[in-house]
């Protein structure tokens, strides 16, 4: 028999997902006819409602069903464009709407389930009672690059390697973070001189993200990799590089490989940590994708959910750093709706949203993510390998 507390976590996220819902829904009525118009944003902006759902409906077309990256172009990887393409055929933007916040409260619901599968139910509740769901689940589609974290991570607590280097493929197609996880996985593969599981690892991965990338690469390279030339081409977002970039003049290809060469740098004294066994990979990669955020030169608000995720797969954080994450998340989110705000109506608060405020934001940001170099990782905690429950 199910023990009833077993459903709560899942109660309080499916609470969450309703206030997302809620926040984003009135843009069906808002928008008509599928045109873009400056009353959503401003509307959206103003009442913390903003949601990449309905920004690519308008402003990428999606109602003209044009097939993504064959017949249009499309920033984001495969499995997202194809998401898109999906629900875009659902009638009007309400449809469409409603068809992503389904699935997307589908995809919640697994990264519970598979929360609670690798480390058992302290960590389903961690992930599950965060109110960071009920800004960001339906904020973008980043819940399904989760579920493929979480799958990954599930089949590699089971000494799955051909199945966990599989979603790290159907990751990389989805919102290419799952990366990280493979170079660690190789590494504690390499020390257990496990060739075998190394070659199932890279195997996976790569059947998986070659597949899922090749045939619209080939349909057309030049759709398909505005993905890569959107972020290589972006200038610097509020933070340590674009002060740099701002005072020094240095070219964004120059921002591009130092931000590179540091995020590189992190990541493999992480993964020498794997190879003398004192870090476990699921550890690593959540340390490696903290270090990434805090270096990126591109930054979106909902990059904390995955940082908080991978910290709960890997070792559910404590109070205090499971506060700061939540709250440097929640403090973002509320920092990019006033900017835009204020930017998009013109406001003079702009200037002070952007010199008074926003520094002190990205600092507890920048604060959270250090912290998880403080507060995690610090034992070694053996994953299971057959039943994957603590």
């Known amino acids: 028999m199910i023990r009833r507390d077993r459903w709560i976590p899942y109660a309080v996220a499916a609470a969450y997902l309703a206030v997302g819902a809620w926040r984003v829904w009135p843009a069906a009525a808002v928008i008509r006819d599928g045109l873009p118009t400056y009353a ?50 659902m009638p009007g933007l309400g449809g469409y709407l409603a068809a992503n916040i389904l699935l997307l409260a589908a995809g919640v619901f697994a990264t519970v389930a598979l929360a609670e599968a690798v480390r058992g139910p302290a960590a389903a509740r961690a992930w599950a009672f965060s109110p960071l769901l009920a800004v960001y689940a339906v904020y973008n589609w980043d819940v399904l690059g989760l579920v493929t974290w979480g799958l990954a991570a599930w089949a590699g607590a089971r000494r799955r390697y051909g199945w966990a280097g599989w979603w790290v493929g159907v990751g990389v197609a989805t919102k290419l973070f799952p990366v990280v996880l493979l170079p660690y996985w190789l590494a504690e593969r390499a020390a257990a001189r496990d060739g075998r599981g ?160 926003a520094p002190w934001v990205i600092l507890l940001r920048d604060g959270a993510f250090l912290g998880t170099f403080l507060a995690a990782g610090r034992n070694r905690i053996p994953v299971p390998a057959s039943s994957g429950r603590r």
Do not use: C
Not at 43 to 64: E, I, K, N, P
Not at 65 to 89: N, S
């Open 198 to 357: 190394a070659a199932a690892l890279v195997g996976g991965s790569a059947a998986a993200a070659v597949g899922l990338n090749a045939p619209f690469a080939w349909a057309n390279y030049a759709n398909w990799s505005q993905f890569w030339r959107y972020n290589s081409t972006r200038g610097p977002d509020p933070g340590f590089w674009q002060w740099l970039w701002l005072r020094t003049g240095l070219s964004v290809p120059a921002i591009d490989a130092l931000s590179l060469a540091v995020v590189a740098a992190g990541g493999l004294v992480l993964a020498a940590a794997v190879w003398r066994r004192r870090l476990e990979p699921l550890q690593a990669a959540a340390l490696a994708l903290a270090w990434w955020f805090l270096w990126n030169k591109v930054y979106s608000p909902q990059y904390m959910v995955w940082v908080l995720y991978a910290l709960v797969l890997a070792e559910p954080p404590g109070t205090v750093l499971r506060v700061l994450l939540n709250a440097a998340g929640l403090l973002d989110f509320g920092l990019a709706m006033a900017w835009l705000a204020t930017g998009t109506a013109g406001s003079p608060l702009e200037t002070l949203v952007g010199t008074v405020i």
């Open 40 to 89: 959503y944003y401003l509307w959206s902006y103003r009442h913390g409602a903003y949601s990449d759902l309905v920004a690519l409906y308008v402003v990428r077309d999606l109602y003209l069903h044009r097939l993504p990256y064959v017949a249009a172009p499309l920033e984001y990887p495969p499995v997202i464009g194809m998401v898109l393409w999906a629900t875009a055929w």
